[in-house]
């Protein structure tokens, strides 16, 4: 089992709608949960990061996160061509971050 | 600095070569990791260093890599004899005092061996 899943494929979505994204993964005593925004051809930027089970809001972007099911979750509300990158899951262990392989968002004007 | 700064921002070799990949970190910054990321695939971890030690290289994938840190700051990568499989976009990355609280990236190597 890899440590970070992103099973999704291309998400398309229509501007002004809620784009979900979602994420598992198999260290259960991992402590903390990213989110990275990486659009093409740059680097990854850290947009939200998350620590204990519930939901947490900033701006458009709201991380949802269930340590008994291992399972991680971002949610852009009102999205704009501006979200259109690839979304990386992150979470960290072993002295480092393990990342998702992303998945790609496309918000159609 | 400001940001985390990699340097040079693209590298074309032949294969064979020797190359050197430069990030300085955030000041600040104890730990300091090295992805690659390679044409539409994931991150994938080479080393990790807290201060000028490496405590997990568990990632470098041949002995043709190597890293070091200096002076708990600036770190090299090295790629000794590139082969074509080694082109991919290296990313160096900063936090302080460890992964816990995520960290920044700098804008990467492009590497590309022809």
């Known amino acids: 089992q890899k440590e970070v899943e992103q099973n999704s494929g291309p998400l398309s979505v229509p501007e002004g709608a809620i784009a979900s994204l979602n994420c598992t993964y198999s260290d259960r005593v991992s402590q903390s949960f990213f989110w990275y925004r990486q659009y093409s051809g740059k680097s990854p930027e850290l947009i939200m990061s998350?620590?204990?089970?519930g939901d947490k809001e900033d701006g458009r972007f709201t991380a949802q996160l269930n340590k008994a099911s291992q399972y991680v979750s971002l949610l852009i509300r009102d999205s704009q061509p501006s979200d259109s990158a690839t979304y990386l899951c992150?979470?960290?262990?072993?002295?480092?971050?393990?990342f998702g392989k992303g998945n790609q968002v496309v918000v159609i004007p | 600095g400001a940001g985390v700064s990699q340097s040079p921002s693209n590298k074309v070799t032949e294969k064979g070569k020797d190359v050197e990949l430069r990030c300085d970190p955030i000041?600040?910054?104890?730990?300091l990791y090295w992805y690659r990321q390679s044409l539409g695939q994931g991150l994938e971890f080479l080393i990790y260093f807290q201060g000028n030690s490496a405590p997990d290289k568990s990632g470098l994938p041949s002995d043709r890599f190597s890293a070091e840190r200096t002076g708990g700051s600036v770190s090299t990568l090295t790629i000794q004899r590139t082969q074509q499989e080694d082109s991919a976009v290296y990313l160096c990355?900063?936090?302080?005092?460890?992964?816990?609280?995520?960290?920044?990236f700098g804008s990467g190597t492009r590497l590309t061996v022809v």
């Open positions: 990355a900063s936090s302080f005092p460890d992964s816990y609280y995520g960290y920044t």
């Open positions: 000041s600040g910054h104890t730990a």
């Open positions: 992150a979470v960290s262990g072993n002295n480092r971050l393990a």
């Open positions: 998350i620590y204990s089970n």
